[in-house]
């Protein structure tokens, strides 16, 4: 069984930066992709970055490719994902994830976190 739990989360202005942390128990293959999605109000949910559990191969969605980056401590068995020039759009309920295989396709991705909110104000 893995259990992912998010942090991190918060209430900021638009411009300023955040860092959310997915810190991950339980037994997960070095083969797994880890990744983090996020759900706006009235929207589906959507991906944002994933990467390999080794750190490996980094990859984003257009819509954060330059602001976020992802990162992967597996010595903590923790995620990372650093927000920079947060804009009120980001506003969403952010969720990490684990995957079987290295792709944003959210059906690959069977072990998810309670999510954690991020509001953004103008």
């Known amino acids: 069984q893995v259990q992912l739990t998010e942090s991190g989360g918060g209430s900021v202005q638009a411009g300023d930066s955040l860092r959310l942390a997915c810190a991950a128990s339980g037994r997960i293959f070095s083969s797994s992709t880890m990744g983090w999605f996020r759900q706006a109000p009235g929207k589906e949910r959507e991906f944002v970055a994933m990467i390999r559990w080794t750190g490996n191969s980094p990859f984003y969605a257009d819509s954060v490719k330059g602001r976020f980056t992802i990162s992967m401590d597996n010595g903590r068995r923790t995620m990372y994902l650093q927000m920079s020039g947060l804009k009120t759009e980001d506003t969403a309920v952010y969720y990490c994830?684990?995957?079987?295989?290295?792709?944003?396709?959210?059906?690959?991705?069977?072990?998810w976190g309670q999510g954690t909110q991020v509001t953004v104000a103008s």
């Open positions: 994830a684990r995957g079987y295989q290295y792709t944003a396709s959210q059906s690959n991705y069977n072990y």
